[in-house]
């Protein structure tokens, strides 16, 4: 018996052991390991990793490089899984969780620069429109990396094909004719499949009509219009008609802003006007809605350019000026003022630094001007409003300015107006003539896009209203507001006046839209200054919070009516050093002065470097698409060690 039982016993333990041979023990939970990330197309990045055999589930974490916003991506138990929606040129780093039946692991993360390799896709958005030369145009929206676009055109059977590097293209205009439009994009040794547009047939009731037609500003006898019109440039009649008498005049303009001026109108008149556009070959559209302007209501404000200082009742049409300004002559100083304001309604102050406005009955709101502050107390009575000005204490000899609006509401029309108010220094011619507006053209090497021939504008979701220059090293003694929601804004920069010794004589800042356009706070054409002789010839000054500064080349007269063309090397100060070649014979500002002190050196690139992955409105954003990455690095290296002229150097 004891040898059987020890027989067993010695069998039971061979067969007890065989389940626990190192070969066979429990697989232990591991760190992921050789982590890669590959970017796909024009949108994914994979994430890929060698497995763990006792995982239950993986994770995928990333966050932008330096920073603690961690996303997770779970992906069950693949060993690789897909993420979205990543910025590119945009460093990010990953790490892979995973889930095992007793613990968690996490592995050491890797960063990795996302860059996508886009794909040659077919043109979108084709549209086709009579022009004024008739002709018929054909539009589309740029593809990224597009070399080139094969055009082929049939019309009414006869096919044509273009190769061409722009977005657009013009072809003959048959009335009513069949158009069959290909287009194929060309990236390098990719092409896209073609893009097919038809229109059959073409009509003649394709010329568009003018649109949202508004009145923008007026005067007793004259009144601004704005309207939106096709992409390019058309004639328009507009037809105006004077309800006293009957009277029509039609008026012929060409124009890209789509605005015009009508002058010679009746005082206290009201009017009727419509527009039409003219397409060419005797094409009319149909006209836009009437826009009715009751000239009770556009000379509420047209008159009042001055403070009436000795009369506190209404009298908008009054141009008075106080003598006693000063309390002291001798001194020169201002006397501070209270003026009643009762013509209609009186509905908000547009001061140089915002807009102030009556928050209810009780509350008085307060802003600063350029010398003083401007206080605008509530009433009760609505149509009333009152205005306090306090001086500064030893303000200079010079003026100061604010803007006041007022509001027609009979219940069914609503109108406003606004008028201009200077504050004058005694003794000192204060004729209106002394605001001057100055217009420009201007272009930034950094949001340059040469494929349109004008900036981007992908600043706009993130465009502050205030002027970003009241810091070092601008520093302008008060700030400016914003007073437009125009979408074609490409940034803000200073514009500033100085004399023949290079002093500046008077700053201001403008909006500078895509096309080069330098507009003012409305969103209008040109740069207002206040208190600057019209009659003295000035350099002008652009800066730019990122881009080198730069100077005329000579003094400029102001006032002027065709904007000066700064994109041209010989109308800037040493203009062959000063600016970039951006298109042939096509100049701009050179990017890269970050911290706007004329010298591009490795003080910007410490800018660049402290906002890197940043995303909104940052100096180190050279190229101005809302998001600090290694493209704008790219847009300040070749530019590195450019030294502004001394005249522009903080």
Known sequence: MNYISSFLASIILIIGLSFFTPNQTIAQCTIPENI????????????????????????????????????????????????????????????IQVTCPNETLESPSIEQLI???????????????????NEVLITWD?????????????????????????????????????????????????????????????????????????????????LDIQWDGDMFEFTYLITVENLSTGELEIIEVTTDFYQATIDGLDPNTDYEITIQTLCGNGIISTPTDDIFVTGDVQAVCADLDKIDLNNSGSGHNKRLFDNDLYEDANNIQYTSFTKIIDQVSLTKIIAPNGQITFADANNSVTTNLQHGQLTLFPNQNTTKGQVQYTPDANTPTTYDYFEYEVKYDDGTTILTDTAKVLICPQNINCDISIIVKVQLKILLEGPYDSNTGQMTNNLTSVLPNYAPYSIPPWQLTYEFYKNTSSSDITDWLIVQLMDTNFQTVASSVGLLAQNGEVKDLNGMAGVTFYGVDPNTNYHITIRHRNHLDIISASPLAVNNTVPYDFTQIGNVLA???????????????????????????????????NNLSNIGYYSGDCTMDSNVSISDFNAYRPNASIIGIPQIRY
């Open 36 to 95: 890669e990330v590959f970017t796909i197309g024009s949108s994914t990045t994979l994430v890929v990793w060698t497995t763990v055999p006792e995982a239950l589930a993986y994770t995928i974490a990333y966050t932008v490089a330096g920073t603690t916003n961690w996303q997770f991506v779970p992906t069950s138990t693949a060993t690789f899984g897909n993420i979205n929606g990543l910025l590119n040129n945009t460093n990010y780093e990953f790490r």
């Open 115 to 133: 860059q996508y390799s886009e794909t040659c896709v077919p043109p979108q958005n084709i549209l086709t429109t009579i022009t004024a030369n």
């Open 142 to 222: 740029a593809v990224s990396i597009a070399d080139q676009y094969a055009v082929s055109t049939d019309i009414d059977g006869v096919v044509d094909v273009s190769i061409i590097s722009d977005t657009w293209l013009t072809v003959p205009y048959v009335s009513n004719g069949d158009y069959t439009i290909e287009i194929t994009a060309l990236c390098g040794s990719e092409s896209s499949t073609p893009s097919i547009y038809m229109t059959s047939p073409f009509l003649d009731n394709t010329c568009p009509a003018p649109t949202n037609i508004t009145l923008i500003d007026s005067s007793p006898t004259s």
């Open 575 to 609: 203009g062959n050093t000063q600016l970039k070649e951006l298109d042939s014979g096509v100049y701009g500002l050179h990017a890269g002065d970050m911290n706007g002190d004329g010298v591009i050196s490795v003080v910007d690139f410490n800018v660049f470097n």
